[in-house]
């Protein structure tokens, strides 16, 4: 098997099994899961060979045209690199396991076949973001994985709170998603061609005005923005846990939240040479990473505990990319796709045993479900940055980036740091140890369906961070343009406070024993929860997206509606004239032609008396007339 | 040749034949109608015979003529006694007036 000749078929195996499912093998639930666990796993080993061969230098592209706008040709094209192979190995791995694991989870769910449709094109439209060639392929991908991530966190959408969540999900994404067609249409217009090889080019040569090239960049990760969910679009990640706990898993590692650093590590070159976008970009990162993470130490659920710690890992991956470094954006990115999507298949399995996320029902679970909690605090120990492996932690490169970068920056990235590790600590303080109360004393350890899957993914952290130190000398890292950023010091540094940051959380935990944390800190708290009134900025651009849309629909009745509605009235009256000819001119003349003839027909009718007297009389007249004529003719010669 | 000449011949002829047509158009019963048709066939033989005695008499091409009218007189009131016959039988009379059934 070559990667390079086959790439393309491990985004089409998915939404091809998508494709099969939603015309009517979705009925068939357990035949559903089986396809779709397939897919995944031949999309895995084609993923894989590909990355072998993207490692050893080589390049592929296929493309089919799609149409021609004013003399321009728009290609539909995928290409396998580096960059992508890395990502879409990270992608299907993931999903594989998440879709394994989502076999024996969603195992009583009447829609299980539903629910693998949408997770197939989940991560099929994710492997194919992955490998676009051209801005629109990338385009629509990224509007499939915003779709299928509101349709998988609305599915259980007759849960109360399910429908505004998605649509919360949907709304916002799709806000940031207008600025990426900007900025795609832009960057077209600008360049002439969708081919993102050709873009990058064109942009580093300078062929684009700075101050235009700016503004796509910024908009480009606007649309990154929303797809992360950074500030100010974090909103609907917490909310988005209303979804199915595989959702959650898939959702936060490698496919949605992902596809906004992969667009910014993408075009990196077009971040690069396009002035002060990467300090936004630093700067936008840093500030949700602080926000995310503050959030995180004062929720009092289980599963929003780790979104909010999403927010905040996505954040430190921006500022990564935005330093300087995309080695170290990418680098986090995939250990936090493993050490995330373990943390919430353990977190599913700790949800399936107590029926609940919230802290208040937890405690006490690391006797009761050993296993879950080896694989929770290994993936946990990863978050807070403890080395785990021999390799190093995730989070140094980013930190030593921002370091190089700028001082604020790097004292405000090692604080966010510094506040994961606390709030890890406590998760899994509030979790598996202390004493059990409540449903979590008859917790017994997940079923084996569960329980594989997590330990498989938590297997992978440290083999995955092995990965990563031995990739360092490797092509891969040079195809990525770079060395990882080293600062002895700041790694030092950061162990250091990770250290500290654990030791905190723990204390603090038994300090406080109980979820609530730092009463005096209430008002703080209240300010996090209430995602520091971004919530009434929402509630303003609703309202504003409702103002528009009643605005639009006002229109449409007035200038619309008028509009077909005397087009119709013109039509009725030319039908009915046409109905008035028909009746009054041709169905009359048929119906007189038809009366005269009746009327002819009574008339001659009299003639024919029956009586053979008047026939003969006629027979004589005739032969009394026939003889005349003859007589006349003889005498007329 | 003495006697009268070929036009008192015709003139008794057109006025046997005349009786014919007024017996044929006026009379109701069948019967008297079939004897009127007789009437006129035999003025048309009454003719005839004139011709052939006054114009062609070496000619016997009339005789034949006549012969052949004498046959289908008989054969025609055969024909018509036994269609009236049944009339009668059916009906209870053979008046003409009373057959008016084409006119239905």
């Known amino acids: 098997m070559s990667g390079v000749q086959l790439f393309w078929l491990a985004p089409l195996l998915p939404l091809a099994i998508f494709v099969l499912l939603a015309v009517g093998l979705a009925r068939y639930g357990r035949l559903a899961a089986g396809l779709a666990v397939a897919a995944m796993a031949g999309s895995t080993l084609i993923s894989i060979a590909g990355l072998v061969d993207a490692a050893q230098g080589k390049h592929a592209l296929v493309s089919l045209p799609w149409l021609t706008v004013g003399g321009r040709q728009l290609l539909l094209g995928l290409e396998l690199n580096a960059l992508s192979a890395l990502v879409a190995t990270l992608v299907s791995l993931v999903g594989l396991i998440v879709f394994l694991y989502a076999v024996s989870y969603m195992a009583q769910d009447a829609y299980k076949g539903r629910f693998f449709a949408q997770l197939s094109l989940f991560t099929g439209s994710m492997l194919t973001l992955v490998f676009a060639a051209d801005l629109i392929t990338l385009f629509i991908a990224w509007e499939l994985v915003g779709l299928c991530s509101y349709l998988l966190i609305g599915f259980w959408f007759e849960r109360p709170g399910v429908p505004m969540a998605a649509s919360k999900a949907f709304f916002l994404t799709r806000l940031a998603d207008l600025a990426l067609l900007a900025s795609v249409l832009l960057l077209i217009g600008a360049t002439g061609s969708g081919r993102i090889d050709m873009v990058l080019a064109a942009s580093t040569q300078g062929k684009i005005a700075s101050g235009l090239l700016l503004a796509i960049a910024l908009l480009a990760f606007t649309g990154a923005a929303g797809k992360s969910a950074q500030v100010p679009f974090q909103g609907w990640l917490p909310d988005a846990m209303l979804g199915p706990t595989p959702v959650s898993a898939l959702l936060h590692s490698a496919t949605m939240v992902a596809a906004g650093v992969f667009l910014v590590a993408r075009l990196y070159p077009l971040f690069q040479a396009a002035g002060p976008s990467l300090q936004v970009v630093a700067w936008i990162g840093v500030l949700t990473s602080l926000l995310g993470g503050a959030a995180a130490l004062v929720e009092s659920d289980l599963k929003r505990t780790l979104a909010y710690s999403t927010l905040s890992q996505i954040g430190l991956m921006f500022v990564g990319l935005g330093s300087g470094s995309l080695l170290a954006g990418v680098l986090l990115l995939l250990a936090q796709a493993l050490y995330k999507a373990t943390l919430f298949l353990a977190a599913g399995a700790v949800d399936h045993a107590l029926d609940g996320t919230a802290f208040a029902r937890m405690g006490g679970l690391a006797k009761r479900m050993p296993l879950t909690a080896i694989a929770f605090a290994l993936s946990a120990a990863a978050l807070a940055g403890l080395p785990v492996t021999l390799a190093f932690p995730p989070k140094d490169p980013v930190l030593a980036a921002a370091w190089q970068a700028n001082t604020a920056l790097f004292i405000a990235a090692l604080l966010a740091s510094w506040l994961t590790a606390l709030y890890s600590a406590r998760a899994f303080g509030l979790v598996f140890l202390g004493t059990s109360s409540g449903p979590a004393q008859e917790a017994h350890e997940a079923q084996p369906g569960l329980l594989v899957p997590q330990l498989a993914m938590a297997a992978l952290i440290p083999l995955g961070l092995l990965a990563d130190a031995a990739l360092l000398g490797s092509p891969l890292s040079r195809l990525l343009g770079e060395r990882i950023p080293d600062v002895p010091l700041v790694t030092a540094l950061a162990l250091a406070l990770a250290v500290a940051g654990v030791a905190a959380g723990l204390w603090a935990r038994q300090v406080w024993p109980r979820f609530v944390v730092w009463p005096v800190l209430e008002p703080v708290t209240k300010l996090f929860t209430g995602e520091l009134g971004f919530k009434t900025l929402y509630r303003v651009i609703t309202q504003l997206g409702f103002w528009i849309i009643g605005w639009l629909g006002t229109f449409d009745r007035v200038i619309f509606d008028t509009l077909t509605r005397s087009l119709v009235r013109g039509v009725l009256f030319v039908v009915r004239a046409c109905a008035g000819i028909d009746r009054r001119a041709l169905d009359a003349a048929l119906r007189d032609l038809g009366a005269g003839i009746l009327a002819f027909s009574q008339r001659v009718r009299a003639l024919q008396t029956g009586r053979i007297e008047n026939y003969l009389l006629a027979v004589f007249v005739w032969g009394l007339g026939v003889i005349a004529i003859a007589v006349l003719a003889t005498i007329v010669r | ?104």
């Open chain 2, 1 to 104: 040749m003495n006697g009268p000449g070929l036009v008192a011949y015709l003139i008794v002829g057109a006025l046997l034949f005349g009786i014919g047509v007024v017996g044929v158009l006026s009379q109701r019963s069948a019967l008297m109608v079939l004897m009127s048709i007789e009437i006129m066939l035999n003025a048309a033989i009454l003719t005839l015979v004139a011709f052939w005695r006054f114009v062609g008499p070496g000619n016997f091409d009339a005789q034949v003529f006549v012969i052949i009218i004498v046959t289908i007189a008989a054969v025609e009131m055969a024909a018509g006694l036994g269609l009236f016959l049944l009339v009668f039988r059916q009906r209870g009379n053979a008046s003409i007036d009373a057959l008016k059934d084409l006119k239905r």
